[in-house]
């Protein structure tokens, strides 16, 4: 198929109804406004339902009953409306239902502004939700990774039974980029015999629910969970190793940083400066596998972000006291420049000589 | 031998935890034996709340999930919208649905999403152990207001089904009350014609029901029942607000 010219958050809309997702349920909030609105659009058209809720937070909880349902269905919000999302998001995954959640990150804390971040890292990948649960979270760095991915997303939700969330800085939701949208493969999917949809009095009834008062079955679902959530870690990790040959510095960055962090790396390539990139695709799991085989040149890792600093942390548990993390990061809406983090990565040098 | 009375299909075996004299148990039979009647039983999906009836999903003989605290008029809206052909109720009590779920009723309504809502009114917060209500009455004692409601602090006791009857998409809005025999059969009435509503497509439709808290009220059974005759009603009235057919 052809390369069309699309802004990224109209793509995420087209690309979830191109994996057969019919049902959207959102709440508007700046900056992914494109997606419901291409929603309500292109949605009807397809025999599907967009419905704009009274809130974020009755926005998932339509999902999670939508969900339930055993339909494919998706809501997009950016970062403090996924913050509101963060209670019916722990529900989907305590009732473990299928369900993917765009999160189109702009700066915080509280209201912040509504300019690029990448200040929800923590909220993605620690769950602002209660208790024991992990989403998988996806962090394409490009419109069409955005694409790929996303469609992806209904594929592994509806395989491990669990939410899958889609986080995009601002800037990926905004830019425009040409995108295809490739035939994908064929996925074996287990059938949801566990929907809640009408016994038709033929079978005992099914009951979709995160409640277990009995601390026992609590305990037996968490563990079960945590098997779950071991399968993904084992089986999900995704990343891009850039440069890595003879790299004195690695930086960890994702999404739109990366691709920032890739321009001061030819930079510095041209001074016969050797620094490699690790680019986490899942945020959650965290790519560990990329850190277990280091060039022996590596001096030291550097996170790059758009925050203060918050996968710096799974840097540091990855690399286990093997090399220095440093950090550079720009926020509030303030995007790194490849002479910023060239500027880091001298000093970085300089000190490591 | 002539069967002249047998339970429900539309209830499960299992043994309900609810305390004793309390009406829960009553309205459940009301609306499980509805959806035998109406014959949508295996086409229908409950909604259970956060509260007391947290566990109906385990009593109502039908398809079933278990909602976030007030949030049960958004997941039956997610359902609903999924199984246009469905059935669709949400059961509430008055701490989930008068309280958190404020914004979630008045929505559900708004939208006029083709839904029925059980609203079980016992003016306090049973689960949690009789805290007030926003329709705990006036001088009503509650263990969040020791010395009884005071209007001066907490304001006055909501009146859900009257502010939802302003709401055009809410084609069906009647406060019953469960507190002897012939009220009950004119609850369970309501009930069936809410379900109707549903059926038809005519719009959203919620009946409240009155109901007792013998053990957060600090009251016998029969005790409990004469006060809710002698305080709830005069100022929770019973009767219609609303039909499809005034809606128009």
Known sequence: ?353 | MAVVFQKTKGLTDKETHYCPGCTHGIIHRLVAEVLEELDILGETIGVAPVGCSVLAYDYFNCDMQEAAHGRAPAVATGIKRSLPDKIVFTYQGDGDLASIGAGEIVHVAHRAEKITTIFVNNAIYGMTGGQMAPTTLIGQKATTAPLGRDSSTTGFPLKISEMLATIQGAVFVERVTVHNPAAIRKAKKAIKRAFEVQIAGQGFGIVEVLSTCPTNWGMTPIKALGWLEDNMIPYYPLGNLRTPEEAK
């Open chain 1, 1 to 353: 198929m052809a390369k069309v010219l699309m802004k990224g958050n109209e793509a995420i809309g087209a690309a979830a109804i191109k994996a057969g997702c019919k049902h959207f349920f959102g709440y508007p909030i700046t900056p992914q406004n494109e997606v419901p609105e291409y929603m309500s659009k292109e949605l009807p058209k397809v025999g599907g339902v967009f419905v704009q809720a009274e809130s974020e937070v009755a926005a998932i909880n339509m999902v999670y009953g939508a969900a339930g349902s055993g339909v494919r269905v998706m809501t997009s919000s950016s970062s403090p409306g996924i913050a509101l999302k963060q209670e019916g998001i722990s529900y989907i995954a305590g009732a473990e239902l299928p369900a993917v959640i765009v999160n189109i990150v702009r700066g915080g804390p509280g209201l912040g502004s509504i300019q690029p971040a990448q200040s929800d890292y923590n909220q993605s990948t620690r769950g602002g939700g209660d208790g024991d649960y992990k989403l998988l979270v996806y962090a394409p760095a490009n419109v069409q990774e955005m694409v790929d991915l996303l469609q992806e997303a209904f594929d592994k939700a509806d395989y491990y039974r669990n939410p899958v969330m889609v986080v995009g800085d601002g800037m990926i939701g905004q830019m425009m980029e040409p995108v295809e949208f490739k035939e994908r493969p064929h996925v074996d999917l287990p059938a949801k015999d566990w929907a809640a949809v009408g016994t038709k009095g033929l079978r005992k009834p099914n009951v979709i629910n995160s409640l277990f008062l009995q601390p026992e079955d609590l305990e037996e679902h968490n563990i079960r969970l945590t098997a779950k959530y071991q399968k993904m870690k084992d089986n999900e990790q995704r990343y891009e190793a850039y440069n890595m040959e003879n790299a004195e510095i690695i930086c960890v960055a994702y999404g739109t940083t990366a691709r920032i962090v890739k321009n001061a790396i030819e930079t510095l390539k041209e001074e016969g400066i050797n620094v490699g990139l690790i680019r986490p695709i899942t945020l959650w799991p965290f790519p560990e596998k990329a850190f277990e085989v280091l060039p022996e040149t590596a001096k030291a890792f550097i996170s790059v972000e758009m925050s203060m600093g918050q996968m710096i942390d799974d840097v540091k548990i990855v690399s286990n006291g093997r090399l220095p993390v440093d950090f550079y990061g720009r926020s509030g809406g303030m995007i790194p420049t490849p002479e910023g983090i060239i500027g880091k990565i001298r000093e970085m040098i300089g000190g490591a000589k």
